[in-house]
């Protein structure tokens, strides 16, 4: 029987099994999200799209939540109308396109990574949850970062059934759970940052937190050379720098711990010093065809936005039109240069006119500003989660300069899941400061009633009177006060 079935079976029986057995099954289904989605297992029915494997925890806590009553919230001002804009702007370009269908397929990737995010927004309440469901994406980062790690020292760790292929066209190169190299380069620029926030600048209650967040961080670093990816690369450098010069601004930011930094400072030299001549390859002359090419994609996407620039040419729909808007070179055969764009930003752009192309930045933005407003918490973990995402997020946006892999479910899925968990936090903290609020006016409100209650117990005005029919001079059975009996 297809391994892959087995697994697909199981993940269904789980999400059941989540929902029904479970003290808080919204809870245990979010964390099934977090260790479902780095896995590309499902049935593909059309265009690369189907049911995935996170697509059974998602649907099925949704299902759950509006089955039973809970107000979930879908309608988020930080993020909603922008992401609303970017969709309906594709249907009517996919309506427009030769072939609709596809754009379609497109959509329903978007619509599976903001689900993603309402999940999380909606169904972590505590900060225990919290730490929990990021237990579970560091454990999947785990997994990935030393199955590329294992694919470049010794070749397939055979997990085919999770979703590692079992033909790797370049062996040499690190794939983990992905298809190319640069989908799986993408996932570890958008988590490293965080794992270097918590190693440095996070003191965990437990020391072994540390030793964790040390191994992840050894891993991912040699996995993420073994892609060989240079727009990775390029865009990790580029953050890492970003996130040390922030440390210079606030106390808060600066690092907690200070041996992390001077360990991966002698690393990173021995291992330059040992890797350099194969890193200096990628750059160099023997890169250089691949180079120009992405040059003369880039170009042929600039003729087709020229020529479509309102509506593109349908969303999923650039490689059916861009034939007609190659220019020939005799190095280069057409069916090379009409291929995808790598450039997210001008595929976009390309498929869905200008306006596509800025409610794509827009959404980028306004990832970026919600990680932003956590600068300020004083919660050590949400302030640290919150630096990592906003530098995941701006790895995310440099890498899809050199890269279309805006069209991937995985990488859509990261870019809405990270800031899903800061927003998470920042709404934990807007509870908290929501309920320590309240409690002060109620105690302020008690001690500006107390001296009124006392005032009441010993005025005269509001001392018992006599009672009809009866003297007010017999208390104790008859007896006079001041008397004897």
């Not at 804009?85 to 754009?103: D, I, K, Q």
């Not at 390309?350 to 500003?369: R, T, V, W």
């Not at 870019?415 to 920042?426: D, K, W």
Request: hydrophobic fraction near 50%.
């Amino acid at each position: 029987m297809n391994l892959r079935l087995i697994v697909f079976a199981l993940a269904g029986l789980g999400s059941v099994y989540g929902a029904l057995a479970s003290r808080n099954p919204l809870r245990t289904l979010v964390m099934m999200v977090a260790a479902f989605y780095i896995f590309p297992v499902g049935w593909v029915f059309y265009q690369y799209t189907g049911i995935m494997l996170v697509d059974l925890p998602l649907f099925t806590a949704l299902g759950l939540a509006l089955a039973t009553g809970q107000r979930v919230r879908f309608f988020f001002k930080e993020i909603t109308p922008s992401f609303l804009l970017l969709m309906l702007w594709m249907a009517v370009t996919s309506m427009r396109a030769p072939e609709p269908g596809w754009g379609l397929a497109e959509i329903s990737k978007w619509i599976r990574a903001y689900l993603v995010f309402v999940c999380v927004v909606n169904f972590l309440k505590t900060e225990k949850d919290l730490r929990a469901f990021l237990f579970v994406l560091l454990a999947g980062f785990a997994l990935e970062a030393f199955t590329g790690v294992h694919q470049w020292r010794r070749g397939n760790l055979g997990l085919y059934f999770l979703g590692e292929r079992e033909w790797r066209v370049e062996w040499w190169r690190a794939y983990g759970m992905f298809y190319v190299p640069s989908y799986f380069g993408n996932y570890l620029i958008a988590f490293l940052p965080i794992v270097l926030r918590l190693l440095m600048f996070y003191r965990p209650p437990q020391r072994r937190e540390t030793y964790f967040y040390a191994f992840l961080t050894g891993t991912g670093l040699l996995s993420l050379y073994a892609t060989l990816a240079r727009g990775p690369w390029l865009s990790f450098v580029v953050v890492i720098v970003l996130m040390l010069l922030f440390t210079f601004f606030k106390s808060k930011l600066r690092p907690r711990l200070k041996w992390p930094m001077a360990v991966g400072i002698i690393g990173a030299l021995l291992f330059t010093a040992r890797y350099m001549e194969k890193i200096e390859l990628q750059f160099g002359e023997q890169r250089k065809t691949a180079a120009m090419t992405r040059v003369y994609l880039g170009e042929v996407a600039l003729r087709v936005i020229e020529d479509n620039l309102l509506f593109g040419v349908g969303t999923g729909n650039y490689e059916l039109s861009s034939a007609r808007y190659v220019v020939p070179i005799k190095e280069y055969p057409t069916d090379l240069l009409a291929e995808r764009v790598h450039n997210s930003y001008l595929l976009i752009t390309a498929e869905n006119g200008l306006p596509g192309g800025l409610a794509f930045l827009f959404i980028l933005g306004q990832l970026s500003m919600i990680c932003m407003r956590l600068f300020r918490s004083n919660n050590k973990l949400i302030l640290n989660l919150a630096v990592g995402g906003l530098m995941a997020v701006w790895a995310l946006t440099l890498s899809f300069l050199a890269s279309p892999d805006v069209i991937h479910d995985q990488t859509l899925i990261v870019l809405f899941l990270i800031p899903a968990t800061v927003f998470a936090g920042e709404l934990m903290e807007r509870r908290h400061r929501d309920a320590q609020h309240a409690l002060l006016l109620k105690q302020r409100r008690e001690a500006m009633l107390a001296p009124q209650r006392l005032s009441n117990v010993y005025s005269p005005e509001t001392a018992p009177g006599p009672m009809n029919g009866k003297s007010d001079t017999l208390i104790d059975g008859g007896r006079l006060p001041g008397r004897r009996a």
